[in-house]
């Protein structure tokens, strides 16, 4: 269902009664200057999460080398951030600019079913490499190789699809944006609706948001008892373990099997990428939540200046991801420099590639007399 200012009596008469604010007032509008200013920030936006994202498809595509489980994963995670980008913020920002969608009420249900598709999509990548690390970490089970995450990656594509999908067809309230940038969940007292809304934002968010946790918390603390068992044996290192280890003055080696520090630091990634996840998004989804239930909050006068910001942050998260990428693994960073233009290189060029002579799941051990797999 979707309701626009001027079918608002047919669609929904009783949520005018108890209600001072009409509509199409503007009152709740952004000022001009801040408009232009959201605006251009927004722009921004759109040409860093696209420039960013895909230089990190085409570094993954172009490079077999680079095409592990793990950056497979990433790199379906940085498309679908530039669908986002493409598809859904250009809308918003137009939008903003006129304070009206000028782009149809059909089109509007399409404009939410690619929101939500997108993101979706970029949850489940997460939720998918976040497991990953669990199993690695906590399980000692390398289970992902490349053509599973091929697997995975078209099951989490389809998935997406089927959950974002009914709000075309009309199986939930979107609202035409007079009272928020963007086509976003309106208030409905319709329980079928109510239960695909909070299905929705499950799936979105809650779902993932959980599992997720709760992966990172069982990591944290394997890595923590690792360290504290590496600490109390200290004196039991193998001196050549050791030194992959960076540690120095261990001495009598005798047998013992060390989870190795590299296995934990592609976590520490995944980790940010999931602070930063849980930032941009928490806020939308207690939001949509208050929207859908709340018709108080739905129809007061602060909820566009809210629905900017929410929506603004949300947004974000497309342009944090491949920031991250760059800052954290070497090896999109080199490949990073080796896409820019020769005129534009004036960084000091990095150290060279070092090559991955450990298996993550992998579990040495330390003898006396040699270090074995």
Not at 8 to 18: D, I, K, M, V
Not at 129 to 156: F, T
Not at 214 to 232: D, E, G, M
Not at 274 to 285: A, D, E, K, M, R
Request: hydrophobic fraction near 50%.
């Amino acid at each position: 269902m979707v309701c626009n200012s001027t079918l608002l009596e047919s669609c929904a008469p009783e949520l005018l009664n108890g209600t001072n604010l009409p509509l199409n007032s503007d009152s709740g509008n952004l000022p001009i200057i801040i408009r232009i200013l959201v605006t251009i920030v927004m722009m921004s936006m759109v040409a860093i999460g696209f420039l960013g994202n895909t230089i990190v498809c085409l570094i993954v595509y172009q490079k077999p080398a680079m095409r592990s489980a793990i950056n497979l994963l990433l790199a379906t995670l940085a498309f679908s951030d530039i669908m986002l980008s493409l598809m859904c913020m250009p809308f918003t920002t137009a939008t903003i600019i006129t304070v009206d969608w000028i782009f149809g009420n059909y089109f509007c249900r399409i404009s939410a079913m690619l929101y939500w598709f997108f993101v979706l999509e970029g949850v489940a990548i997460l939720l998918i490499i976040s497991v990953d690390r669990y199993l690695i970490i906590v399980q000692r089970q390398d289970k992902l190789n490349p053509h599973r995450a091929k697997m995975m990656i078209v099951i989490s594509w389809v998935f997406s699809f089927c959950i974002s999908f009914p709000s075309v067809v009309g199986w939930t309230v979107v609202e035409v944006p007079t009272r928020a940038p963007q086509c976003v969940l309106g208030y409905t007292e319709s329980m079928a609706n109510r239960v695909y809304a909070v299905l929705l934002l499950v799936t979105i968010f809650f779902v993932p948001f959980g599992v997720m946790l709760y992966s990172y918390l069982c990591i944290l603390n394997t890595v923590r008892r690792n360290a504290v068992r590496i600490q109390n044996h200290a004196d039991s290192l193998c001196l050549s373990q050791v030194s992959k280890l960076g540690l120095m003055g261990l001495q009598r080696p005798h047998q013992l099997n060390v989870d190795m520090s590299f296995k934990t630091r592609a976590f520490t990634t995944i980790l940010i990428l999931f602070i930063g996840f849980s930032f941009c998004w928490l806020p939308y989804t207690v939001y949509s939540l208050l929207s859908v239930f709340s018709r108080k909050f739905y129809y007061s006068q602060s909820f566009y200046v809210i629905s900017t910001y929410i929506l603004w942050l949300s947004y974000l998260k497309s342009v944090f991801n491949p920031i991250i990428y760059c800052w954290r693994i070497r090896k999109f960073r080199e490949s990073c420099v080796e896409f820019m233009p020769k005129t534009f290189k004036i960084l000091p060029k990095l150290p060279g590639r070092a090559r991955r002579r450990i298996r993550p799941s992998t579990i040495y051990v330390c003898s006396e007399h040699q270090s074995s797999v």
